[in-house]
């Protein structure tokens, strides 16, 4: 069974930064995309950013040139590192990873059990 593993949540101050991690274990035979979404109280989940395979980045026009995205595919990792953080930016935020456990399999897509970020004033 895979399970996305997130960690690297916290309390931090306006301006500060966070280092998002995620990790898949498990059989994971490819991973096509993985990407970072947020949801804060009132409010719909968003994407926030997203890397594919032989791809570039995506991400969304609240966390341009502030967040990265990376991915380490012999870990099966993703991680966001967020930058110059705001108070807007609180949020819980999911790991999304889409993968194949087999190359007989289809694809699925699995999700982290999501981590607390706030940023203070």
């Known amino acids: 069974q895979v399970q996305l593993v997130e960690s690297g949540g916290g309390l931090v101050q306006a301006g500060g930064s966070l280092r998002l991690s995620c990790a898949a274990s498990?059989?994971?035979?490819?991973?096509?995309?993985m990407g970072w979404y947020r949801q804060a109280p009132g409010k719909q989940r968003e994407l926030v950013a997203l890397?594919?395979?032989?791809?570039?980045?995506d991400y969304s026009d609240a966390v341009k040139g502030r967040f990265t995205i990376s991915r380490d595919n012999e870990k099966n990792a993703v991680y966001l590192q967020m930058d110059s953080l705001k108070p807007e930016d609180t949020a819980v935020y999911y790991c999304r990873q889409t993968a194949q456990t087999s190359w007989y399999s289809s694809y699925a897509t699995y999700w982290g059990q999501g981590t607390q970020v706030t940023v203070s004033s």
């Open positions: 498990g059989s994971i035979f490819s991973i096509s995309v």
């Open positions: 890397i594919k395979r032989g791809s570039s980045p």
